[in-house]
């Protein structure tokens, strides 16, 4: 969605290159393209004139003396604004003191309100809690069969005792949704409302009678991200009609030019607390501004990667593979990359996590031009072998590999660049595991062992109680503990450096190899 945005702000600073200093001409045909791009992206003018004007007053200010580096200096500078008229800081959900928390969808019919009711049930269910669905568009013909549907693949429970199709009383639905999920103990009560083509009185008003029945303590404007200026419009309009606490944006994977995400937060004055980006409930996410941010600076989204590596890989499975390739000895077998193709493949499509890294931006083009295909071809050439030429590939004749090409639908040719580039991966894995030492291996697996507990306790620590008082006692006991953690000063959550016993062992069984020790003995002899 903000490919044009990206490539029009890379182009603008890369003219800056070379330059020692920044002269008043070169802020301002910096920031004069910086204004064009933004209005090309269908940002509202208004917050384009304040995005200007902020990044012109500070780049004329003294910070900009500080900088080394003049592009590296207007590069944070748009940056830190970007995140501004984001929302500035990442807001999550507030729950009740007294279960169920009540969380209203708003919005016009189209956004996606629906579907998203799902993801956010998933999303709930995922973080520890026990949502329950409320089908209160009874307008729409189907709209309750499809929540229930939908539901259905979230693995969440519906509650829908009208028919819909134009029967049936949402307010009430609503109000009794509430009592049923007291009476049955969920802690979440997610609300689906009706939506229009267009705002209007009677919209305005079902919306604003079933808050008042319900007295939400969320309530959302779902807002598809692809129609522009229109979105900023009837944002304001539900914020005059009905009010509403934070913005939903949807269609994120879209190829519109992505103004609504940029203004929208700013104009309404209300920020932007989670993102759809696709039609699969696993598509879905908190809205990081700052993660927003670098991804249209082309400074990639490390942590949100991290993230999602954290829920699909398991800690288990790559640990021991982890020290299998780091041994060497050839321990290491297409079951083993199997399986961690298979975890890298529940992260979603490469594509979509080659977009996450920084400086993809200039790499576009072969990026969209990934076949995911070809991964499910090298999974069917691993399938179609024995468990015996899993575990040693050395055994793969050619009557073998015309068996396994028949077998899997491939020309031989391909099983032999498989097996050749996993030979020679592998290959390059176990020198550098060597050049570690024999208690490489082991450290890293006690590494990556010591870092799984530490990830699920955090996660579960993260996620709290469904008691309302057991939360709050869990907060404090965060807040008074001290936050000092040697892996997390670079982001990475769940990290934490190797004890001094581990370091002291892999140093006493770190062996140089021969070739590089006779080089290092040469050099402490010093000149002849």
């Known amino acids: 969605m903000f490919d044009t945005l990206q490539d029009r702000l890379a182009s603008t600073f890369k003219g800056l290159r070379g330059k020692g200093r920044l002269t008043d001409a070169d ?73 169920p928390t009540v969380v209203m969808l708003a919005g016009l019919q189209g956004a996606g309100k629906t579907t998203l009711a799902g993801k956010l049930a998933r999303w709930f269910k995922e973080e520890g809690h026990s949502p329950l669905l409320a089908a209160c568009d009874l307008q729409r013909p189907n709209a309750v069969t ?9 693995g969440v429970h519906v509650f829908a005792p009208e028919p819909g199709n134009g029967v049936g009383d949402p307010i009430q639905v609503a109000r009794d949704a509430v009592v049923e999920a007291q009476r049955k103990l969920y802690d ?3 609300i689906d409302t009706a939506g229009r083509l267009g705002v209007d009185a009677e919209m305005m008003a079902q919306a604003a009678d079933i808050k008042a029945a319900t007295n939400p303590d969320e309530t959302l404007f779902v807002v598809d991200a692809m129609i522009g200026q229109d979105a900023v419009n009837t944002a304001v309009a539900f914020q005059e ?25 700013r104009v309404v004055g209300k920020p932007i607390m989670f993102a759809s980006s696709g039609e699969g409930l696993k598509d879905f996410d908190v809205f990081h501004p700052d ?8 400074m990639g989204d490390m942590l ?10 398991d800690q288990e499975q790559s640990q021991a593979a982890a020290v299998k390739l780091m041994a060497g000895k050839g321990e290491f077998g297409l079951d083993d990359f199997l399986g961690l193709m298979r975890q890298m493949r529940r992260m979603g499509p490469m594509s979509k996590i080659m977009g996450m890294l920084p400086g993809v931006g200039q790499m576009k083009d072969q990026i969209e031009n990934i076949d995911e295909r070809e991964i499910d071809r090298i999974e069917a050439i691993i399938c179609a072998m024995t468990p015996a030429e899993r575990a040693d590939v050395s055994i793969l004749n050619g ?32 020198q550098m595991g060597q050049m570690m030492g024999p208690g490489a291996g082991r450290m890293m697996g006690s590494m990556a062992k010591r870092g799984s507990k530490q990830s699920k306790k955090k996660q579960k ?23 000092h953690n040697s892996g997390e000063a670079f982001g990475v959550p769940g990290q934490q450096q190797p004890s001094q016993e581990d370091l002291q062992k892999a140093m006493s069984e770190f062996k140089m190899p021969p070739s590089m020790q006779q080089m290092f003995n040469q050099t402490n002899k010093g000149p002849r």
Request: glycine fraction near 8%; hydrophobic fraction near 45%; aromatic fraction near 2%.
């Open 27 to 99: 802020i301002d045909a910096t920031t004069r393209q910086i204004r064009i791009a933004l209005l090309e992206a269908d940002v509202n003018l208004t917050v384009v004139k304040e995005f200007v004007a902020a990044v012109k007053e500070r780049c004329h200010g003294e910070e900009l003396s500080k900088a080394l580096n003049p592009t590296q200096q207007i590069v944070k500078i748009v940056n830190e604004e970007l995140v501004e008229i984001l929302g500035g800081q990442t807001r999550t959900v507030r729950f009740a003191k007294t279960p």
């Open 146 to 154: 499809q929540l229930q549907v939908v539901g259905e693949r979230a």
């Open 188 to 190: 979440v009560v997610i």
């Open 241 to 265: 009609g009905v009010g509403f606490d934070g913005v939903v944006l949807t269609k994120l994977d879209g190829d519109a030019r992505g103004g609504a995400a940029l203004s929208i937060a």
């Open 291 to 298: 993660r927003m941010a670098s991804r249209i600076l082309d």
């Open 304 to 313: 949100t990667l991290i993230e999602q590596a954290e829920k699909a890989f």
């Open 399 to 430: 009557s073998r590999r015309a068996r396994i090409a028949k077998g899997s639908g491939v020309e031989v040719r391909d099983v032999n660049n498989l097996v050749n580039r996993f030979v020679d991966a592998r290959k390059m894995m176990s």
């Open 461 to 483: 620590n993260r996620k709290g109680s469904g008691n309302p008082a057991k939360r709050a006692a869990q907060a404090r006991q965060v807040a008074e503990k001290p936050q």
